[in-house]
């Protein structure tokens, strides 16, 4: 692959990672709600979701899914009703009294991990935008193969990762700042309206 095709690719990645969606809204709403530390593994937990559609699509498996209706409404329900329970939650008044950015590192840090894991690994439109994203690529390698989808699809998490790390930061950061009703709409109604939306979204929408 050639530097112009590498160069696109990473700008394709990037423009993907920065569009309003499930990913961007939940990092959002975490990193609002219980700061940066909480925010970083929903990251870390988005990568690894993401990663799973990447292993997927390169395998093959991901296109026979695609064919198959039923599993892939299985997927879609499922993904929703989630993105639904976490707009729900964030909605809700948090019953302990720990700062806005506490997060305990390994309590706190696998439930944050975990949300992000569910809501990447249950988006059946990052399989389906991996199933057509890779393949234009691939026409440019030498060798295309598993491991090279791979790596193309690898890209895609490094750049899912720094955009959102940064928004994390920024967001966390600017959270800190706000005080009374103002930070509680900033923090929980409105990520949380948001996240309850998409998921609606995803429930009613075929595509």
Not at 3 to 19: D, I, P, W, Y
Not at 33 to 59: C, D, E, K, P, W
Not at 61 to 67: E, F, I, R, Y
Request: proline share 5%; with cysteine; aromatic share 10%.
């Amino acid at each position: 692959m050639d530097l112009h095709t590498l160069m696109l690719l990473v700008v394709a990645c990037l423009a993907v990672n920065l569009s309003p969606g499930p990913s961007v809204m939940l990092v959002t709403s975490i990193s609002a709600a219980r700061g940066f530390r909480a925010g970083a593994f929903a990251m870390l937990g988005m990568t690894a979701g993401a990663f799973v559609h990447v292993l997927l699509a390169a395998s093959g498996v991901a296109a026979l899914l695609a064919t198959a209706p039923v599993a892939f409404a299985v997927v879609r329900y499922l993904g929703a009703a989630y993105l639904i329970y976490l707009g729900i939650d964030l909605m809700r008044p948090y019953r302990q009294s720990a700062p806005a950015n506490s997060c305990r590192p390994g309590v706190d840090g696998w439930h944050y991990f975990r949300r992000g894991l569910l809501v990447d690994a249950l988006n059946p439109k990052i399989a389906l935008f991996f199933l057509a994203f890779i393949p234009q690529f691939l026409a440019s390698v030498a060798s295309p193969g598993f491991l090279v989808s791979v790596a193309l699809g690898s890209v895609f998490l490094v750049t899912g990762a720094i955009v959102n790390g940064s928004i994390a930061w920024l967001v966390a950061s600017g959270a800190d700042r706000t005080r009374g009703r103002f930070s509680q709409l900033v923090r929980r109604w409105i990520p949380g309206s948001v996240l309850l939306y998409l998921g609606l979204r995803l429930l009613w929408h075929e595509h």
